[in-house]
């Protein structure tokens, strides 16, 4: 069955660094998210991507956050300078388009922990 | 705006029990609904959605969902508890394909022998 995937699966980062947090979205699908839960939080909207562009976006995903997808393959989320409530667990899903199908799929995540 | 509510951040239900977990939704639209279960340390797996074909729902490992829109509710309902169904379960809501999703603040079920 395919599924979304996500590296790394634990990343640890100084207070001011760069990160970029990897996803392989399933193969046909064409919307991609991501999402964040600090501990202990709900679960909450970042970013959407469709057609190479962000679609809509949180008041979270601030300057120092941009999304990419270099490649046919690959989705990016970069945290530019790192700050520490930026600690949490960051989700990827996608989803293939149009009516019933907006079942996002989602990876396992990659949790941040910035010090 | 949409929104969803999750009554009871903890249920603890007995095995062989009626497990319980309320939604409440409110949109500006007809709304696709989602019921979500994270186990620990895993990401988040699609239990059922509902997407305006059918009241009743019914999802994966014997659960399901009733869509009450004079209510604005959808619940979530498993017949029998069982072990395997501790973990934390999320409602989410979302108005469109393609849209994000908004989520509860989730349900972490307890399961007692």
């Known amino acids: 069955e395919p599924e979304v995937t996500q590296t790394p699966s634990h990343q640890v980062t100084q207070m001011g660094q760069e990160v970029i947090l990897r996803c392989v979205p399933i193969s046909n699908h064409l919307y991609f998210y991501w999402y964040r839960q600090i501990l202990g939080q709900k679960v909450e909207f970042l970013v959407s991507f469709y057609n190479n562009e962000i679609s809509e976006k949180s008041e979270i995903f601030d300057d120092q956050f941009s999304v990419e997808r270099p490649d046919g393959s690959n989705f990016t989320l970069k945290i530019r300078s790192t700050k520490l409530e930026d600690s949490a667990m960051y989700f990827c899903?996608?989803?293939?388009?149009?009516?019933?199908?907006?079942?996002?799929?989602f990876g396992p995540g990659t949790r941040l922990t910035v010090l | 705006a949409q929104s969803v509510t999750q009554l009871g951040s903890h249920v603890s239900v007995s095995e062989g029990a009626l497990v319980l977990l309320r939604c409440n939704y409110s949109?500006?639209?007809?709304?696709?609904l989602f019921w979500y279960v994270q186990y620990p340390n895993q990401g988040l797996q699609l239990l059922l959605k509902?997407?305006?074909?059918?009241?009743l729902v019914k999802g994966i490992n014997g659960f399901e969902a009733e869509f009450k829109k004079s209510e604005t509710s959808f619940h979530l309902t498993k017949p029998s508890a069982h072990m395997s169904d501790a973990a934390e379960y999320f409602c989410a809501v979302s108005k469109a394909a393609g849209n994000k999703l908004t989520f509860g603040g989730g349900t972490r079920v307890l399961v007692k022998p």
């Open positions: 949109s500006s639209v007809p709304p696709y």
């Open positions: 899903a996608s989803s293939a388009t149009g009516g019933s199908y907006n079942e996002q799929f």
């Open positions: 509902y997407t305006s074909a059918a009241t």
